[in-house]
Each structure stands twice: as C-alpha cells, then as structure tokens.
C-alpha cells in the first residue's frame, strides 16, 4: 500500500473516508471514562480528557488508517526549506 501523499487523486478520495469518523471517534473517546459508574472519582475534574485532546487523538487514528505518514527524508525536506525561508543557517545530517 502506498503512502497517502503518493496516491492518485482517486485513491486519496476513498481514504478520506476515515474522516468522516472523527466526530464520532472523538464524541465516544470525550464521554467514555464519564460512563465508568465503578469508580468513585469526578471524571469532570480529570484535566487529561478535554474534548481538544478527544479530537485530536480522532484525527491522529484517521490520519494513520489513511496511511499519512512522513518519511524522515520528508521531514527534513520540510525543516530544512522552513529554515532557509526564515534564513537560518543549519544543516541537518
């Protein structure tokens, strides 16, 4: 399988797919550990489980279902044009 960023146009539109998911995914990771009636706890005092963390984490598992992912010779391709732009000198190697 292919990496999303090398695919055609029409199999980038099929695994767009797993993004229709993500309010779903993040509703249920967002309300999962209130419906815990076994421990004695106040889960709205829990301060990991924000609904930003929620849909964050949604779209990080679209995103690796989808097979989007970076090389690390993309991501220096990447820093190193971001650096040049800003006029830093560094090289990676």
Same mark, same amino acid.
């Given at each position: 399988?292919?990496?999303?960023?090398?695919?055609?146009?029409?199999?980038?539109? @099929?695994?767009?797919? #797993?993004?229709?998911? /993500?309010? +779903?995914?993040?509703?249920? $990771?967002?309300?999962?550990?209130? =419906?815990?009636?076994?421990?004695?706890?106040?889960?709205?005092?829990?301060?990991?489980?924000? @609904?930003?963390?929620? #849909?964050?984490?949604? /779209?990080? +598992?679209?995103?690796?279902? $989808?097979?989007?992912?970076?090389? =690390?010779?993309?991501?220096?391709?990447?820093?190193?044009?971001?650096?040049?732009?800003?006029?830093?000198?560094?090289?990676?190697?």
């Amino acid at each position: 399988m292919r990496k999303f960023q090398n695919c055609p146009w029409y199999v980038k539109f @099929w695994r767009y797919r #797993w993004y229709l998911l /993500i309010p +779903l995914d993040a509703i249920i $990771m967002y309300f999962t550990p209130w =419906t815990d009636v076994d421990s004695g706890e106040n889960k709205l005092d829990d301060t990991w489980n924000t @609904w930003e963390q929620s #849909w964050s984490i949604s /779209i990080g +598992l679209a995103q690796c279902k $989808m097979k989007w992912f970076y090389s =690390t010779e993309d991501v220096k391709k990447q820093l190193i044009h971001k650096f040049k732009k800003k006029k830093f000198l560094i090289t990676l190697k």
